[in-house]
Every structure is written in structure tokens, then in C-alpha cells.
T-cell receptor
Framework: DAGVTQSPTHLIKTRGQHVTLRCSPI?????VSWYQQVLGQGPQFIFQ???????GRGNFPDRFSARQFPNYSSELNVNALLLGDSALYLC??????????????FGPGTRLTVL | AQKITQTQPGMFVQEKEAVTLDCTYD???????LFWYKQPSSGEMIFLIY??????QNATEGRYSLNFQKARKSANLVISASQLGDSAMYFC????????????FGKGTTLSVSS
């Protein structure tokens, strides 16, 4: 079975631009979560979607938005890019059951560089 | 507030030896799950092992075991018979139901295995 897929793998943008990152979950999984990982740190939670509804949101500005489609794939959008948005963006999929028992499986990530 | 602490920035071990990676957590939620992930230099986050707060026995998955001490709020990962391929960054993470968010990660521990 295919794992979580993300596109693109790498991306270079300039300050002020907009970016869209895409994620396809494992077949059967209904929940997708997004994380930002800056160099040398652990991932930080951005969004979680379940059945196309936002289930949770981390401490990120409104420049960050996301959505989940009927096929459970997801997009993360970031507007007005700042240098500090340079990071590895990780997508994770899970069944979407009880949070404390719901193992999340990660994709390979999208490495975003903002110049 | 939920928090994960990993106090070992780096650990060094020889092949075939066992190694323990430390993790302490803080939560007031009685229902939570603890997860360990491995992140090689490629960036993908690989799920290793899960421990639920109500589990009576320590979790084991092949060469990985979790030393869960609930009263001390610790969830240390033990890797037996280390292999060169175990060299990577290791993250401890927690999901708590009442927090209403997805995973909270520690800062990680870099493990280096030498021959």
C-alpha cells in the first residue's frame, strides 16, 4: 500500500509570494495533519482536518490556511511568505479516531526555502 | 499545558549495544498517548512505537521497547542491539485528548551508531 505522499519535494520562493503544498493520505485514512519543522527543532503542529472539517489549529498566523477535499487529500496554503517560513513541512495521515490512540504516519515532507 | 522534554541532544553508541533515549512529559489530561518517531537525514518521520496512558504493560516492537513510568511521567525509548542504520534523530511526541490538538513533539535526540 502507498504511504503518505507530498508534493512538491522542494520549493524555492521569494518573500511576499504565496505557496500551496499538497498531501495525499494513506488509503482509508480520514484525517490529515500539517506540521512545520524548522532546522534543529521538533515539528510544530499547524492544522488537523478530519472528514473535511478543521479539527484543530496550532499557534500560527492567519497567513496559514488549509483544506481537505472529499477524497481526503489536503492542501496547505501560506500567503505573504516570510524568511522565517523556510522549513520542512510535514503532512501526516491517520484514521482520525481518538486523539490519544490515533497513530499518525508521515510523508516525506516538502522543503520550502524563502529567499 | 502539554510539554515533552528530551534532555539529550546527542547520544553515541557502538554497534550491537543497547541505548536508552530519555523522554519526560507533562500533561494534566488522564488520557494521552506517547509516540516515538525516527527521522533519518532524508527528513521523513518514521513511526516506531506507541504507549497509551492506560496501558498496563510497556510497549515493545522488535528491537524497540518503551520504558513507561507513569508516576515519574517518563517514556524512555530503549533500542537493543544497535545497528548502523539506527543513526538518526529520534523524537518523542504526545497526543492528549483534552488538548484538542495533534502531536506535541520534543526537540529530539541525535543518535550516532559506530562500528
Amino acid at each position: 500500500d502507498a504511504g503518505v505522499t507530498q508534493s512538491p519535494t522542494h520549493l524555492i520562493k521569494t518573500r511576499g509570494q504565496h505557496v500551496t503544498l499538497r498531501c495525499s493520505p494513506i488509503s482509508g485514512h480520514k484525517s490529515v495533519s500539517w506540521y512545520q519543522q524548522v532546522l534543529g527543532q521538533g515539528p510544530q503542529f499547524i492544522f488537523q482536518y478530519y472528514e473535511k472539517e478543521e479539527r484543530g489549529r496550532g499557534n500560527f498566523p492567519d497567513r496559514f490556511s488549509a483544506r481537505q477535499f472529499p477524497n481526503y487529500s489536503s492542501e496547505l496554503n501560506v500567503n505573504a511568505l516570510l524568511l522565517g517560513d523556510s522549513a520542512l513541512y510535514l503532512c501526516a495521515s491517520s484514521w482520525g479516531t481518538v486523539l490519544s490512540t490515533d497513530t499518525q504516519y508521515f510523508g516525506p515532507g516538502t522543503r520550502l526555502t524563502v529567499l | 499545558a502539554q510539554k515533552i522534554t528530551q534532555t539529550q541532544p546527542g547520544m553515541f553508541v557502538q554497534e550491537k549495544e543497547a541505548v536508552t533515549l530519555d523522554c519526560t512529559y507533562d500533561t494534566s489530561d488522564p488520557s494521552y498517548g506517547l509516540f516515538w518517531y525516527k527521522q533519518p537525514s532524508s527528513g521523513e518521520m518514521i513511526f516506531l512505537i506507541y504507549q497509551g496512558s492506560y496501558d498496563q504493560q510497556n510497549a515493545t516492537e522488535g528491537r524497540y521497547s518503551l520504558n513507561f513510568q507513569k508516576a515519574r511521567k517518563s517514556a524512555n525509548l530503549v533500542i537493543s542491539a544497535s545497528q548502523l542504520g539506527d543513526s538518526a534523530m529520534y523524537f518523542c511526541a504526545m497526543a492528549a485528548n483534552q488538548a484538542g490538538t495533534a502531536l506535541i513533539f520534543g526537540k529530539g535526540t541525535t543518535l550516532s551508531v559506530s562500528s
